[in-house]
């Protein structure tokens, strides 16, 4: 017998050591409802666990960011749709300017409107998001100079500059009629004053239309740079802009690079000798639309949205300008596009429609990189949602599991409990040697 080392008793206390250990890692288990508490539980896992949960809470930054820049769009948009509205009745008002059944008081009355209607596009374009101006010009992407073009595909594919207008030619080959007896009427429109003029169409060419124009108050078109090929000239981004066929088509474009030099509008119109309009001459000639907008050098100033948890993998917002200078409705010294005479409001009609133009694209613009970020949305939330499942079954605990696990240990460390002192109540026998 040997009392001074209990070695069986020893051996027990171990055993019961160990399960309450045991048992004291599944409770925290359980009440953490983490299977990797700690980096010791599982060095690799955990590495593995957080590199996750980083990807995760980026992805969740991303989506944040994400819908944000939404927000801002639908600001931006709101801009738009107020602006796109007002073009709307503007050009009401002005084919209402155009008919002679309209006094003089009235066309007053409709300039007024014009007046007024200017300065709310101007509010509307300096709508704006967390201080940041958003329709002003101030977010466009970057730009080289360019020269503003018109483009007119109407005519036949062999029209050239020495072209005479009397042997004018549709798409088709067929002749427009028009004659040595007619009047060729033209004007534009350029920093909010409508110039006009009219010449005999008899020896006239093509070149003339545009040199008759220059001649009324300074150059304002290019005739030295008339194209009558597919290629229509190098856009803001350097890139060659050509016809959507590559087929040949008359663009002309305006004399000074740059938003100085733009043309916000203008109109050809053929009468008879008797005056009326040569309708179907005419349809040929409004077909002109702008195929490059005028642009100035400047750098890249677009918003920038970070859409996802890795760097350089964004979306450029490019905003355009949409001041009532830039639409062409008001010149740089005030002046609001005139509609108080009908030779003015025929020439508006070109302007508002050019710049209707212009809004539309930038609203469908704006409107397709919402879309765009919706599934951006999307994609971020389902790829956060399966990281969030990948990370649950490497790092959370098995429930039931850990419950039955728990309850072994519980058990073995009350049994271990038991036979300890069912072994310290056996050793005492040996006391009563003492007696």
Do not use: C
């Not at 955990?46 to 992805?59: E, F, H, N, T």
């Not at 409107?367 to 959370?396: F, H, P, Q, W």
Request: charged residues 20%.
């Amino acid at each position: 017998m040997y009392i001074n080392n209990f070695v069986m008793s020893t051996q027990i206390i171990h055993t019961l050591n160990y399960h309450q250990a045991q048992a004291s890692k599944h409770l925290l288990n359980i009440s953490t409802g983490l299977r990797i508490r700690t980096v010791a539980d599982d060095p690799s896992g955990w590495a593995i666990g957080q590199r996750m949960d980083v990807r995760i809470r980026s992805l969740d930054a991303a989506s944040s960011n994400s819908q944000q820049m939404k927000s801002l769009l639908k600001v931006a948009d709101g801009g738009i749709s107020s602006t796109v509205d007002i073009l709307k009745t503007l050009k009401e008002k002005a084919i209402e300017a155009a008919n002679d059944t309209a006094t003089d008081s009235d066309r007053q009355t409709i300039q007024k409107l014009f007046d007024q209607y200017a300065d709310q596009i101007d509010d509307n374009a300096y709508v704006s998001y967390n201080g940041k101006y958003l329709l002003d010009g101030s977010r466009q992407g970057g730009a080289q100079a360019t020269q503003q073009a018109y483009t007119n595909r109407a005519f036949s594919e062999s029209t050239a500059l020495d072209t005479k207008l009397t042997d004018l030619a549709r798409r088709n080959g067929d002749s427009l009629g028009i004659t040595d007896t007619d009047t060729v009427n033209v004007s534009y429109v350029k920093q909010g004053k409508t110039y006009s003029a009219s010449f005999s169409a008899k020896d006239a060419t093509v070149k003339d239309l545009f040199e008759k124009m220059n001649a009324i108050d300074g150059a304002v078109f290019d005739v030295d740079d008339i194209s009558t090929t597919g290629t229509i000239g190098t856009n803001a981004y350097g890139e060659t802009v050509t016809t959507s066929d590559e087929a040949n088509a008359l663009t002309v474009k305006a004399k000074t690079a740059g938003t100085d030099g733009a043309i916000a509008g203008f109109t050809i119109g053929v009468t008879n000798a008797a005056g009326q309009e040569k309708k179907s001459v005419n349809n040929v000639f409004n077909e002109f639309y702008e195929s490059i907008a005028p642009r100035n050098a400047q750098g890249d100033s677009s918003l920038y949205s970070q859409t996802s948890a890795d760097a350089n993998r964004g979306m450029k917002i490019p905003l355009g300008d949409l001041r009532a200078e830039s639409l062409g409705l008001r010149g740089r010294d005030g002046t609001v596009l005139d509609v108080t005479t009908r030779a003015g409001a025929n020439a508006a009609m070109s302007v508002l429609d050019n710049a209707l133009s212009r809004a539309l694209d930038q609203q469908t613009t704006v409107g397709a990189m919402s879309s765009r970020l919706d599934y951006t949305i999307s994609n971020l939330t389902v790829e956060s949602e399966n990281l969030t499942d990948a990370k649950s079954t490497l790092l959370d605990a098995d429930m039931a599991k850990e419950m039955l696990a728990y309850t072994k240990e519980n058990v073995l460390m009350q049994a271990a409990m038991a036979m300890l002192a069912h072994n310290n109540q056996n050793a005492a026998w040996f006391l009563s040697l003492l007696g």
